[in-house]
């Protein structure tokens, strides 16, 4: 069974930076693809971005590009998304998912089987 844990989120201003973790656990997932998705209060799950496990290739909301990085490590079975230049509009429920495969596209939550329980990342102005 897939196991799924965020750490991380927290209250920071705008403009500060925050790590997100992405504990795996279950498989090994080097055919799996990773993402991280958010839910801000009253709206719905929105892709932010995502990685292929065994692969460099990432990708991005418009929204985020040039502000957040997703990164994995292999040793830790662990993903990671670097938020800098946090803005208040950044703030939400994040949430690590997965699914198995290397294809498809992966800002559609209904793709991933697995999800995490979430992370809180709040951002004041």
């Known amino acids: 069974q897939v196991h799924l844990v965020e750490s991380g989120g927290g209250l920071m201003q705008a403009g500060g930076s925050l790590r997100l973790s992405c504990a795996a656990s279950?498989?090994?997932?080097?055919?799996?693809?990773m993402g991280w998705f958010r839910r801000a209060p009253g709206k719905e799950r929105l892709f932010v971005a995502a990685i292929r496990w065994s692969e460099d290739t990432t990708y991005y909301a418009d929204s985020v590009k040039g502000r957040f990085t997703i990164s994995r490590d292999n040793a830790k079975n662990t993903v990671y998304l670097q938020m800098n230049n946090l803005k208040p509009e950044d703030t939400a429920l994040y949430y690590c998912?997965?699914?198995?495969?290397?294809?498809?596209?992966?800002?559609?939550?209904?793709?991933?089987?697995?999800w995490g329980q979430g992370t809180q990342v709040t951002v004041s102005s």
């Open positions: 998912a997965t699914y198995y495969g290397r294809v498809g596209t992966v800002a559609n939550y209904n793709r991933y089987a697995y």
């Open positions: 279950g498989r090994t997932f080097s055919d799996y693809t």
